[in-house]
């Protein structure tokens, strides 16, 4: 064992020997870009970034639309939506007849930010959909795909899947169905050892679509503390994953204050930390390639194991 060795230096290895050359590059950014938010280890704030990703869209008078595909249905009470009714079960079991449009609602959040966010709601049914979907022999990845082929969400500039935090077959037609793919993780032992895994799952999908995709956003690095500990994570995923992870996203009370309110960041005002959070999550939607950034194809971050 080398001086230099560590836990995630080694997984990050591994993932690099089996990911080959992205010979497809990024996606040029068009006039709708479909991003998975992911991580297959739960507990990392994948839902927070998700939301504060559609409030940074908001806020600069840009139409995002969510998908919320975890069974816990965070994305979906913190865009203030308590209600159940139809939602992206009823679009994988195919009992939508509109498909994902009909299913699409208005989140509950203020348009004083800026154009408040669409929604495709989750339930507590999806839980116990993955074995329905499993018995499909033809197309159980690709259902979401298909709902968004159809056209849904071409009003939106972004749509943000919230991905379930495992992988199963709702993750899997989230990759399928995505041109992009954000994996958040937090600083911590247990956190950043899913990101090599992440990055196995993301290019096992790349192999089965004819378009090479998704790519890779980069690592939003969430929640980093001000701790020693926090540090040398931190410091330990930029080491194993080096240009691959994007500016971090603060630990502050502001943002958990937000999520406990189902308010957008930006709606905090001047509350301690709002402003800088807000300001965070502003640059991190900056390096999504989607048709209002900034951000060009060539300057995100490939997948582990291809060239720069």
């Avoid at 690709?142 to 992988?167: E, K, T, Y």
């Avoid at 992440?198 to 790519?215: A, H, K, N, V, W």
């Amino acid at each position: 064992m080398s001086a230099g060795w560590t836990p995630i230096a080694d997984e990050a290895e591994r993932a690099a020997r089996v990911l080959p050359p992205d010979r497809h590059g990024m996606p040029r950014p068009a006039a709708r870009r479909v991003m998975g938010v992911a991580n297959q280890k739960g507990g990392v704030g994948k839902t927070t970034t998700a939301i504060n990703l559609a409030t940074a869209m908001a806020a600069v008078h840009k139409q995002v639309l969510v998908v919320d595909l975890d069974p816990q249905g965070n994305a979906t009470t913190g865009l203030g939506v308590f209600e159940s009714g139809p939602g992206i079960e009823q679009v994988l079991t195919g009992d939508s007849r509109g498909g994902l449009a009909a299913v699409e609602c208005e989140s509950a959040w203020s348009a004083d930010v800026g154009p408040p966010p669409r929604l495709v709601p989750s339930s507590p049914g999806l839980a116990v959909l993955e074995p329905q979907l499993a018995s499909d022999p033809l197309g159980a990845q690709g259902r979401l795909a298909m709902a968004l082929g159809d056209g849904a969400g071409s009003d939106h500039q972004l749509v943000l899947i919230d991905c379930p935090p495992s992988l199963g077959l709702l993750t899997v037609n989230a990759l399928f169905a995505a041109d992009l793919v954000l994996v958040v993780t937090e600083p911590g032992a247990w956190a950043v050892d899913g990101v090599a895994r992440m990055f196995q799952t993301i290019e096992r999908i790349r192999l089965r679509r004819s378009d090479g995709r998704p790519g890779l956003v980069g690592i939003a690095v969430n929640r980093l503390g001000r701790t020693r500990d926090g540090r040398y994570w931190s410091g330990q995923l930029e080491e194993a994953y080096p240009g691959r992870c994007l500016p971090p996203i603060r630990l502050r009370a502001a943002v958990a204050e937000a999520a406990a309110h189902s308010l957008p960041i930006h709606a905090l005002g001047r509350r301690p930390g709002a402003a800088e959070a807000a300001a965070e999550f502003e640059v991190l939607l900056d390096r999504i390639p989607w048709s209002g950034s900034r951000s060009r194809a060539g300057s995100v971050s490939p997948i582990p194991g291809s060239p720069a």
